[in-house]
């Protein structure tokens, strides 16, 4: 079974560029996460997507946006980018069929973003 | 707000010795769940062990090992027999319950991680 894959895997752009991120879960998992992974701030949780609703968002200013497909497949989504954006971002998905469930969280590769 | 504290951000052993590495967290739920994560250099991060709050039996995972105190809001890692494949940077991180009430909910809080490295 395909893991998780995520696209493209680095992307240079410049302030005040927007970008769009994306991530296939593993196959037949409904739940995706976002991370940002910084040296500074280590990883900080994004948002959380479960059949294309957003079910949990972090302390992330507006700029950063996501959603999800039908098919379970997640975009992020971040507008007049910073300097201070320049991280990696991963995703994970899971099963997430049950309320009170330890599904694991299969991480993605991230996708590196330098913004200059 | 639950926070995950990893106080050493590095730690080096001998290949085949035992290295234990430390987390603590903040909560005031009673049930949640603790994972460490591994992610080693240029590769993609991988679940190493979890634990349930209300699972008194620490869990394992062949060489992997916790010790869970929940009084003293503790969760350390024990390797035994470390590997050269076992150096990577490991991610103390907790996960609230009480989202688990809203279906899909799987939101992680990370501790800052710690960097093992194996010294042949």
């Known amino acids: 079974k395909a893991g998780v894959t995520q696209t493209p895997r680095y992307l240079i752009k410049t302030r005040g560029q927007q970008v769009t991120l994306s991530c296939s879960p593993i196959s037949g998992h409904r739940s995706v996460s976002w991370y940002q992974q910084t040296p500074g701030q280590g990883l900080q949780f994004l948002f959380e997507?479960?059949?294309?609703?957003?079910?949990n968002k972090g302390n992330f200013p507006g700029r950063f946006s996501g959603r999800q497909f039908s098919n379970s497949r997640s975009e992020m989504n971040v507008s007049t980018l910073e300097l201070g954006d320049s991280a990696l971002y991963l995703c994970?998905?899971?099963?997430?069929?049950?309320?009170?469930?330890?599904?694991?969280?299969?991480f993605g590769p991230g996708t590196r973003l330098l913004v200059l | 707000a639950q926070t995950v504290t990893q106080s050493q951000p590095e730690m080096s052993v001998q290949e085949a010795e035992t290295v234990t590495l430390s987390c603590t967290y903040d909560t005031s739920e009673s049930d949640y769940y603790l994972f460490w994560y591994k992610q080693p250099p240029s590769r993609q991060m991988i679940l190493v062990i979890r634990q349930e709050a209300y699972k008194q039996q620490n869990a394992t995972e062949n060489r992997f090992s916790v010790n869970f105190q929940k009084a003293a809001k503790s969760f350390s890692l024990k390797i035994s027999d470390s590997q050269l494949g076992d150096a990577a940077m490991y991610f103390c991180?907790?996960?609230?319950?009480?989202?688990?009430?809203?279906?899909?909910?799987?939101?992680?809080?990370f501790g800052q991680g710690t960097r093992l490295t194996i010294n042949p």
């Open positions: 994970a998905s899971s099963l997430a069929w049950t309320s009170g469930t330890t599904e694991t969280q299969y």
């Open positions: 997507y479960f059949s294309e609703t957003q079910r």
């Open positions: 991180a907790y996960r609230s319950s009480g989202f688990s009430k809203i279906q899909g909910a799987q939101k992680l809080v």
